[in-house]
C-alpha cells in the first residue's frame, strides 16, 4: 500500500547511543623536533578531531585539548647544533604545526605548548603533592658524562653502536636499524654528538616516580574498563602482571621544567611525565583564558564526565598505567582515562617513515598536493585500527576516485544538478511513496544510526566507509528509478525520487562533516541551509528538505586524480625542494 513517510517515522530515537554529557577529547602531543607527517597524524591528532566534531553534532559538551611537545633532548640537542636557544626554535616550530593544524581543519579548544606558563605550574605543584605523598623516591644511578662540554649525555646527546645488532650510529635511546629500545651506558664505542668526544661514566641522582604501588589498583581499573579496547586492555594487563618498575621522574638536561623537588637543583622534569599531566593542564588552561578558572574540575572530577585519549600503540602504557597511576597518586580521586584508543602503525611501502631516508610524507608536504578532505578521508578510510596499515599512491588514487569521486561527488552533483535544470533550483513536492521509496528511507534510518554508532565506538574506517556506502545507496537509488525517464512520463513520481535524493544528499552532508569537514560545509551551503554545518545537529540527518526550499548552483565536490603514481612521486619531489627553501 502506498502511503506518506511520516517524519516522526525516521527521528524518533534514531539510534541507541546515550548521551554523555561533558566529554574531554585528547591526543598524543605532538613533538615539535620536526613537522608531524601523516602516520603521526592518523591515530591521534586526526582521529581526535574526527570524534570531537561527531559529540559536537550530538551536542555533548565538548572540550578538545592537545599541545606542542617541546622539551627533551632532541629540541636541546638541535638548538645547540643550530647556534640558538631552544626556545626561540620551538616558537618557530609550535606556531608552524598551530598553521598546519588550522589548514588540516583540526578543530582543537585549546592547543597549548609545554612550555605554557599554566602547564609548568600544574606540574611542578602536582609532582609536588605526588612526593609529599610518599610515591617519589631517589636513587643513584650511572650515566655518560662529556668532561669537554660538562654535561650528562642522555638519550639524543650520544650515539655509538648498537649493542644488538652492531648499526652505527644508534642513538642513546633506541637503535634506528633493529628498533631495540637502548641505555646510553648500553651502547658500544659512544661519544658526544656535540664535541664527538669519549664520555666518562659518571654517578648521578635521579628522583623516580614508584609505579609498582599502584599494581592493584590500576588492575582493578583496566580489568573493569569496558570501553577500553582488546589491544591496550590486554597490552597494559600483561605489563602489570610482569611486575612494574619505578619510572624516572628527573633528567640531566638544561631544557624543560625545572624538578620541584628538595635538593633538585639543575634537574629537569622527564618529559613522558610532563607531557602527559599536560592533558589537565590544557583543560585548566582553556577555562582559566574563558574566564571560568573552576570550569576544569568538572570535566576532571565529575564522575559523569567522559575522557577520549587518542594515541599511537607505541604510547599505550603512558596513557593506561602511568597517566592513571600519576592521576591516583595525587589522592584527588581524579576521573582516569574512559577511552584510550590506540591504532597500528602506518607504514610507506613496508617501510617506517623516516625524514633522513626520505620515506614518508609530511602534513605540510601532503596538502601542497591534495586539499586537506581527500587526505582526511584516506586517512580514515586506511586508519589502522587492528593492524598496520600501508600508504601507497596507487591506494590514495583509487580511494580519491572511485570513493570521493564516483560515488560520493557523483551522486550529490547529479542530484543537484537534475534539481536545477528540471526543477528550477527547487526541491520538489512528492507524491506517494512507493515500496521502493519507502526502502530506501528505513535504509538511510539505519545506516545514519550505523555511522553514528561507528563513531561513538571510535571504529572510524569503519565509519568512512559507511558514508560512502551511503552515497552508493543513492546512486543505486537513481539509477533503480530513472528520474531523467520518470520526469517525461510522471513528473510527480519523478519529484517523488529526487525528494528522496535530495534528502540523501542532506544525510551526507551531516554525517561526511566529522571526517571532511570543509566539503561538508560546501554541500551545505550548496543546499543553501543556513549556519555552519558544524553548529547543527546530528538529528538533521533524518529530517528532509522541504519541498520549495531553493538550493544553490551546485558544482562539483571533488577532482579525480589522473596524475600517475611516478608522477605524483615526482611532484612531491618538487613540493619536498619547495618546502626546504622557504625560511
Known amino acids: 500500500m502506498l502511503h506518506k513517510l511520516k517524519l516522526i517515522d525516521l527521528i524518533e530515537n534514531p539510534w541507541g547511543c546515550v548521551k554523555l554529557g561533558k566529554i574531554l577529547v585528547t591526543s598524543a602531543w605532538p613533538y615539535i623536533n620536526v613537522v608531524p607527517h601523516i602516520g603521526n597524524l592518523v591515530g591521534s591528532v586526526l582521529s581526535a578531531d574526527v570524534v570531537a566534531r561527531f559529540y559536537r553534532l550530538k551536542g555533548e559538551e565538548v572540550v578538545m585539548v592537545s599541545g606542542s611537545d617541546e622539551h627533551g633532548t632532541p629540541i636541546e640537542v638541535e638548538a645547540i647544533?643550530?647556534?640558538?636557544?631552544?626556545?626561540?626554535?620551538?616558537?618557530?616550530?609550535?606556531?608552524?604545526?598551530?598553521e598546519l593544524f588550522a589548514k588540516w581543519g583540526?578543530?582543537?579548544?585549546?592547543?597549548?605548548?609545554?612550555?605554557?606558563?599554566?602547564?609548568?605550574?600544574?606540574?611542578?605543584?602536582?609532582?609536588?603533592?605526588?612526593?609529599?605523598?610518599?610515591?617519589?623516591?631517589?636513587?643513584?644511578?650511572?650515566?655518560?658524562?662529556?668532561?669537554n662540554c660538562k654535561r650528562f649525555?642522555?638519550?639524543?646527546?650520544?650515539?655509538?653502536?648498537?649493542?644488538?645488532?652492531?648499526?652505527?650510529?644508534?642513538?642513546?635511546d633506541q637503535c634506528d636499524s633493529c628498533g631495540r629500545l637502548l641505555e646510553p651506558t648500553s651502547?658500544?664505542?659512544?661519544?658526544?654528538?656535540?664535541?664527538?668526544?669519549?664520555?666518562?661514566?659518571?654517578?648521578?641522582?635521579?628522583?623516580y616516580f614508584d609505579l609498582a604501588k599502584f599494581s592493584e589498583n590500576l588492575l582493578k581499573y583496566i580489568s573493569g574498563n569496558k570501553q577500553l579496547p582488546s589491544n591496550a586492555k590486554n597490552f597494559s594487563l600483561n605489563l602489570i602482571r610482569e611486575g612494574?618498575?619505578?619510572?624516572?621522574?628527573?633528567?640531566?638536561?638544561?631544557?624543560?621544567?625545572?624538578?620541584?623537588?628538595?635538593?633538585?637543583?639543575?634537574?629537569?622534569?622527564?618529559v613522558w611525565v610532563e607531557a602527559l599531566l599536560g592533558y589537565v593542564s590544557a583543560t585548566i588552561e582553556y577555562f582559566r583564558n574563558r574566564g571560568d578558572p573552576e570550569g576544569w574540575k568538572a570535566y576532571w572530577f565529575n564522575k559523569e564526565a567522559k575522557s577520549l585519549y587518542f594515541i599511537g600503540k607505541d604510547n599505550i602504557?603512558?596513557?593506561?598505567?602511568?597517566?592513571?597511576?600519576?592521576?591516583?597518586?595525587?589522592?584527588?580521586?581524579?576521573?582516569?582515562?574512559?577511552?584510550?584508543?590506540?591504532?597500528?602503525?602506518?607504514?610507506?611501502?613496508?617501510?617506517k617513515a623516516s625524514k633522513s631516508q626520505r620515506i614518508g610524507i609530511w602534513i605540510d608536504e601532503a596538502l601542497e598536493l591534495f586539499p586537506a578532505d581527500y587526505w582526511r578521508y584516506f586517512l580514515m578510510a586506511i586508519r589502522p585500527e587492528t593492524r598496520d596499515s600501508n600508504f601507497s599512491w596507487d591506494l590514495f588514487i583509487e580511494k580519491v576516485n572511485a570513493d570521493l569521486n564516483d560515488a560520493l561527488g557523483n551522486f550529490v552533483h547529479r542530484t543537484l544538478?537534475?534539481?536545477?535544470?528540471?526543477?528550477?533550483?527547487?526541491?520538489?513536492?512528492?507524491?506517494?511513496?512507493?515500496?521502493?521509496?519507502?526502502?530506501?528511507?528505513?535504509?538511510?534510518?539505519?545506516?545514519?544510526?550505523?555511522?553514528?554508532?561507528?563513531?561513538?565506538?571510535?571504529?572510524?574506517?569503519?565509519a568512512a566507509n559507511a558514508v560512502i556506502s551511503l552515497s552508493r545507496l543513492g546512486n543505486q537509488y537513481i539509477n533503480e528509478k530513472e528520474p531523467w525517464n520518470?520526469?517525461?512520463?510522471?513528473?510527480?513520481?519523478?519529484?517523488?525520487?529526487?525528494?528522496?535524493?535530495?534528502?540523501?544528499?542532506?544525510?551526507?552532508?551531516?554525517?561526511?562533516?566529522?571526517?571532511?569537514?570543509?566539503?561538508?560545509?560546501?554541500?551545505?551551503?550548496?543546499?543553501?541551509?543556513?549556519g555552519s554545518i558544524h553548529s547543527q545537529r546530528w538529528d538533521e540527518a533524518l529530517k528532509p528538505l522541504p519541498a520549495g526550499h531553493r538550493i544553490s548552483k551546485p558544482k562539483p565536490l571533488f577532482k579525480k586524480i589522473a596524475a600517475s603514481e611516478k608522477e605524483l612521486e615526482e611532484m612531491l619531489a618538487k613540493v619536498r625542494s619547495k618546502i626546504a627553501k622557504s625560511p
Open 317 to 351: 602504557p603512558f596513557h593506561t598505567i602511568i597517566l592513571p597511576a600519576l592521576l591516583m597518586a595525587s589522592h584527588e580521586d581524579y576521573n582516569l582515562p574512559w577511552n584510550v584508543s590506540a591504532t597500528e602503525f602506518l607504514q610507506f611501502k613496508g617501510e
Open 244 to 270: 612494574l618498575k619505578p619510572r624516572a621522574v628527573t633528567r640531566d638536561v638544561a631544557w624543560g621544567i625545572p624538578a620541584p623537588f628538595p635538593e633538585a637543583e639543575g634537574k629537569t622534569i622527564y
Open 106 to 147: 583540526i578543530s582543537f579548544d585549546n592547543y597549548t605548548r609545554t612550555e605554557s606558563p599554566v602547564h609548568k605550574e600544574f606540574v611542578q605543584k602536582h609532582l609536588m603533592n605526588i612526593y609529599n605523598n610518599g610515591y617519589i623516591f631517589t636513587r643513584e644511578t650511572e650515566m655518560l658524562y662529556c668532561v
Open 187 to 207: 651502547l658500544i664505542e659512544p661519544y658526544c654528538v656535540i664535541c664527538k668526544g669519549k664520555p666518562i661514566v659518571k654517578k648521578t641522582k635521579h628522583w
Open 486 to 530: 520518470l520526469i517525461k512520463q510522471d513528473k510527480v513520481k519523478a519529484a517523488t525520487t529526487i525528494y528522496t535524493a535530495a534528502h540523501i544528499v542532506k544525510a551526507l552532508a551531516v554525517v561526511s562533516a566529522p571526517i571532511m569537514p570543509f566539503k561538508a560545509e560546501e554541500l551545505w551551503k550548496m543546499l543553501n541551509l543556513p
Open 153 to 172: 649525555l642522555p638519550d639524543r646527546f650520544v650515539e655509538g653502536k648498537c649493542p644488538h645488532c652492531g648499526y652505527q650510529p644508534a642513538r642513546g
Open 417 to 462: 544538478s537534475f534539481i536545477n535544470a528540471q526543477f528550477n533550483g527547487e526541491i520538489p513536492e512528492p507524491g506517494d511513496f512507493d515500496s521502493i521509496d519507502n526502502q530506501v528511507l528505513e535504509t538511510l534510518k539505519q545506516r545514519v544510526n550505523e555511522i553514528a554508532e561507528h563513531y561513538e565506538a571510535c571504529r572510524l574506517q569503519s
Open 81 to 98: 647544533r643550530r647556534g640558538i636557544p631552544p626556545k626561540e626554535l620551538t616558537d618557530k616550530n609550535h606556531a608552524k604545526v598551530v
